[in-house]
């Protein structure tokens, strides 16, 4: 467990930990669906001895159990809600801070047609896009982490 750590978003899969500071500024139906995936995630990887070994913890076991447990994340927000079930979808634009070291992730998460907003922080090294855009320069290090700035709330 780690709290309000800049290079942990709600959890890391590769490392274990899991960010109660994060979890603590979202609403409870997403807090519920956070917690939701990151344990089905564990359940799901693949590999002797699963998640608790070390040595399974892999980009491609990562995709797999990602896919599971956004499945199950979508099933527990949307029954909480007392909504149709529907997996979740994310879009999200970058904005860069004035010393260009970190960068503020805007985000939106929809499940059907329940949707929340919140905003988190990135440490890595970005670039601007011919199409203006910006992204991260993945061949320099960056951490998948960050910290969510403000709150977790649902808009619609
Ligand atoms: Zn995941």
Redesign the pocket.
Known sequence: MVKNSDNVLF?S?KSGEVDIGDLSKAENSYAAGQVG??LQ?RISTEGEGGYSNPANRTESA?GK??NT??SKEGSIVTSMLGKPYSPRTETQNVVPNSANTAYQYNVTVSYGSVVYQYSHSMQGSFYTGDDGKVRIDTSKPFGLGGTVLKNVKRIK
């Open positions: 959890d899969f995936h990151i995630e990562f159990a990602h447990a956004l």
